[in-house]
T-cell receptor
Framework: AQKITQTQPGMFVQEKEAVTLDCTYDTSDQSYGLFWYKQPSSGEMIFLIYQGSYDEQNATEGRYSLNFQKARKSANLVISASQLGDSAMYFCAMTASNYQLIWGAGTKLIIKP | DAGVIQSPRHEVTEMGQEVTLRCKPISGHNSLFWYRQTMMRGLELLIYFNNNVPIDDSGMPEDRFSAKMPNASFSTLKIQPSEPRDSAVYFC?????????????FGPGTRLTVT
């Protein structure tokens, strides 16, 4: 069965440091997609970044990059030069059948000034 | 371009009352999802529509919950009768299924409190 695992319930990071949020996945599909979403305290769910299983290069979007290691089935989110506004819940998700997404439990990131 | 629109943003109701949540997906998107989020259970998919047709409603908790999508630009989630355990944030999301990178775009959510 498809599954997403986020092993870090919470993280504290000093402002301006880089952050890595872990995500591992399990699937028998050859073709799949991986996503990261941010949910700040205001509650909205914000799409951050996408990685396709056949993409040879790691996806990047501004300060966000996705460290995709296919053999290890990991899709870690890296945030460079963290800012106070990065404090939020972060969810990893994966494509499933019928265009649905399988979601991880999330990691609560707190950036310390 | 407007994002996913949900109304109301907040709803407080008494147990036993009917609650209707509304969603307008992004224009051109052909798939719509209703989610429920609570601290205890996280993000749960309730029902998914593709081209206005319900594809998977296995996440709908019980018969008190129903969802409709009469056209491509409108969907409702109804709870009748409501119970305190239905208190949660309900999200609507839409996507363009058929292209592989089908990221879902979420509405702002409806915070439902049932007393």
């Amino acid at each position: 069965a498809q599954k997403i695992t986020q092993t870090q319930p919470g993280m504290f990071v000093q402002e301006k440091e880089a952050v890595t949020l872990d995500c591992t996945y399990d699937t028998s599909d050859q073709s799949y997609g991986l996503f990261w979403y941010k949910q700040p305290s205001s509650g909205e769910m914000i799409f951050l970044i996408y990685q396709g299983s056949y993409d040879e290069q790691n996806a990047t979007e501004g300060r966000y990059s996705l460290n995709f290691q296919k053999a290890r089935k990991s899709a870690n989110l890296v945030i460079s030069a963290s800012q106070l506004g990065d404090s939020a819940m972060y969810f990893c998700a994966m494509t499933a059948s019928n265009y649905q997404l399988i979601w991880g439990a999330g990691t609560k990131l707190i950036i310390k000034p | 371009d407007a994002g996913v629109i949900q109304s109301p943003r907040h709803e407080v109701t008494e147990m036993g009352q009917e609650v209707t949540l509304r969603c307008k997906p992004i224009s051109g998107h052909n798939s719509l999802f209703w989610y429920r989020q609570t601290m205890m259970r996280g993000l749960e998919l309730l029902i998914y529509f593709n081209n206005n047709v319900p594809i998977d409603d296995s996440g709908m908790p019980e018969d008190r919950f129903s969802a409709k999508m009469p056209n491509a630009s409108f969907s409702t989630l109804k709870i009748q009768p409501s119970e305190p355990r239905d208190s949660a944030v309900y999200f609507c999301a839409s996507t363009l299924a058929g292209v592989f990178s089908y990221e879902q775009y979420f509405g702002p959510g409806t915070r439902l409190t049932v007393t």
